[in-house]
Antibody
Framework: QVQLVQSGAEVKKPGSSVKVSCKAS????????FTWVRQAPGQGLEWVGG????????SYAQRFQGRVTITADESTSTAYLELSSLRSDDTAVYYC???????????????WGQGTLVTVSS | DIQMTQSPSSLSASVGDRVTITCRAS??????LNWYQQKPGKAPKLLIY???NLQGGVPSRFSGSGSGTDFTLTISSLQPEDFATYYC?????????FGQGTKVEIK
């Protein structure tokens, strides 16, 4: 059974960058698409972007373009989310999730990682 | 971007009640609609995919229906463990978008 284990909580200064990891265990890493979703405190879910490791393709939400980079390391079965130029409104729990479909669309997410709280504060 | 609107935003119900949550898309999304359950402090959990398909391990009291722009999640007999927030999510096109959530509370 596939499990996604994310890195621990981070506290960052405004203007800095953060890199969150998501390690997959079980299954064949390159057979899946990995997606990142965030949730600000008390708010709903927001798609950040995703990666299809076998194709090396990425897709990002327009509002994060230029600030976000999603990568994957097949040798360690780990996906990464890097967000730069952090602002206070980037404070959120960031989740990774997996889908079977080798597409960003027509897909559903299961399982999810446990989430990583990123706090941006001066 | 496709906007997803859920109703109601919250509801109070009793154990054993039948609960219905609706989700409307701002344009047709065929059946590319998923439902998730989220409990406080936990990651979302997939309940229903492609509008009406029950994810493995999810109790059969959960069901989904709809296509095009209007979708429904039904809990046939609410159980204590079902008190949570429910989100719909469209996967028709990027950016993938979620509804604002429906919080199901104990009456």
């Amino acid at each position: 059974q596939v499990q996604l284990v994310q890195s621990g909580a981070e506290v960052k200064k405004p203007g800095s960058s953060v890199k969150v990891s998501c390690k997959a265990s079980g299954g064949t890493f390159s057979s899946y698409t990995f997606t990142w979703v965030r949730q600000a405190p008390g708010q709903g879910l927001e798609w950040v972007g995703g990666i299809i490791p076998i194709f090396g393709t990425t897709s990002y939400a327009q509002r994060f373009q230029g600030r976000v980079t999603i990568t994957a390391d097949e040798s360690t079965s780990t996906a990464y989310l890097e967000l730069s130029s952090l602002r206070s409104d980037d404070t959120a729990v960031y989740y990774c999730a997996r889908s079977y479909q080798l597409l960003f669309t027509r897909a559903w997410f299961d399982p999810w990682g446990q989430g990583t709280l990123v706090t941006v504060s001066s | 971007d496709i906007q997803m609107t859920q109703s109601p935003s919250s509801l109070s119900a009793s154990v054993g009640d039948r609960v219905t949550i609706t989700c409307r898309a701002s344009q047709s999304i065929s059946n590319y609609l998923n439902w998730y359950q989220q409990k406080p402090g936990k990651a979302p959990k997939l309940l229903i995919y492609a509008a009406s398909n029950l994810q493995g391990g999810v109790p059969s009291r959960f069901s989904g229906s709809g296509s095009g722009t209007d979708f429904t999640l039904t809990i046939s007999s609410l159980q204590p463990e079902d008190f949570a927030t429910y989100y719909c999510q469209q996967s028709h096109s990027t950016p993938l978008t979620f509804g604002q959530g429906t919080k199901v509370e104990i009456k």
